[in-house]
């Protein structure tokens, strides 16, 4: 019974490798002086404190050519940078939660014509969110996520799914003129998840160091064309910041994740059985597509750059410090309860 399982794991994990989309497109050749600095002073060394560098430790989220543009890419990336990586993104409020921010804000109950005018509220965000249910393969979790992401920004759903891939729509009246700005405001719109935003482009070195020590990848932007700075290198007096162009950095492999039982398993058999040995070359050469990580034990990829720092030439956006609120809602809420209350910080 046991050898029956075990090869249901073996033909299951074949049917997964055909199905694997492992293709790459071609990218450029990577930069010759980048890596020489990165080979020289960041490759397999260890992450002192006292270190002249620092990379910021991420999900990259790969370009996908007509699946995901590079704009949304990047801010994506730097949006699900944040330790609520699996929260940002969905609703973090329901209709309670409505109830008990515009109670606050009228300082008193509310009335029945009040709750019923804050459940239509409700119901109207719900419609703008859109509905994400239909499952939808973009090559990887990660991409997936900023393509979901695509749709809040895009402020669109399931018909206008084409164009969310684009990233940001069109500005409506009232929303900030930046696309950059007018994102951030749109998540905190759909999802009540805000943000803190700094942005400009005379930034000093040492907000980019400290961004990346803090592990928060910053978006920058020079002509139109969006990158990141996923890091930073300090040597012989010249400053340096590392940059990843995602419209040309590669997609990552992995081998398939076995199960704990199948692991004990195999790992019991002797190293010349037949058995383990087919198992061991499914992980070996059986390869999954996932999304590449910034870390010094990596070879430098195509896409990235380590280029000396110039004060001004990008215009930099650096967004940190999530937390759920509905503070973009309290104009909407605030017509329904009147302003009696000044203050509803203490509700989320």
């Excluded at 050749?29 to 002192?48: G, P, Q, T, V």
């Excluded at 340096?240 to 950095?249: G, M, N």
């Amino acid at each position: 019974m046991k050898k029956i399982q075990i090869m249901m794991f073996l033909i299951l994990g074949m049917i997964f490798a055909s199905h694997a989309d492992t293709r790459r497109e071609i990218t450029p050749e990577i930069d010759k002086r980048s890596k020489e600095l990165w080979d020289k002073y960041i490759h397999n060394k260890d992450d002192l404190i006292l270190d002249n560098w620092g990379l910021v430790r991420i999900t990259l989220l790969r370009q996908g050519g007509k699946q995901l543009d590079a704009r949304l890419a990047s801010f994506a990336t730097v949006v699900f940078s944040t330790p609520l990586n699996f929260e940002i993104g969905k609703m973090s409020f329901d209709e309670n939660s409505m109830i008990i921010y515009a109670q606050n804000l009228k300082g008193s109950a509310l009335t029945d014509g009040e709750k019923k005018k804050i459940s239509e509220l409700y119901i109207k965000i719900r419609e703008r969110f859109g509905d994400r249910s239909m499952p939808y393969r973009h090559g990887t979790f990660a991409m997936g996520k900023a393509f979901y992401l695509g749709f809040t920004v895009n402020d669109s759903n399931w018909l206008k799914s084409i164009a969310a891939k684009f990233g940001i729509g069109e500005r409506r009246g009232g929303e900030p003129e930046d696309w950059v700005e007018r994102a951030v405001y749109r998540i905190s719109k759909f999802h009540g998840w805000k943000a803190i935003l700094e942005e400009g482009e005379n930034i000093q070195f040492d907000k980019y160091k400290k961004a990346v020590n803090r592990n928060i990848p910053i978006l920058i932007e020079r002509d139109n064309y969006y990158r990141l700075v996923v890091g930073y290198l300090q040597v012989n007096d010249k400053k340096y910041i590392i940059t990843a162009d995602l419209s040309k950095t590669p997609i990552g492999t992995r081998p398939p994740l076995a199960p704990k039982r199948e692991r004990d398993y195999f790992s019991k058999l002797p190293p010349d059985d037949p058995w383990r040995i087919g198992w061991e070359n499914k992980l070996k050469h059986t390869k999954f597509p996932c999304d590449l990580r910034v870390t010094p034990n990596m070879p430098l990829h195509p896409g990235f750059r380590i280029e000396l720092f110039e004060k001004g030439k990008y215009h930099a956006y650096f967004i940190h410090g999530w937390r759920k609120s509905l503070e973009a809602w309290e104009p909407e809420i605030r017509k329904i309860v009147g302003n009696k209350k000044k203050d509803a910080s203490n509700s989320k």
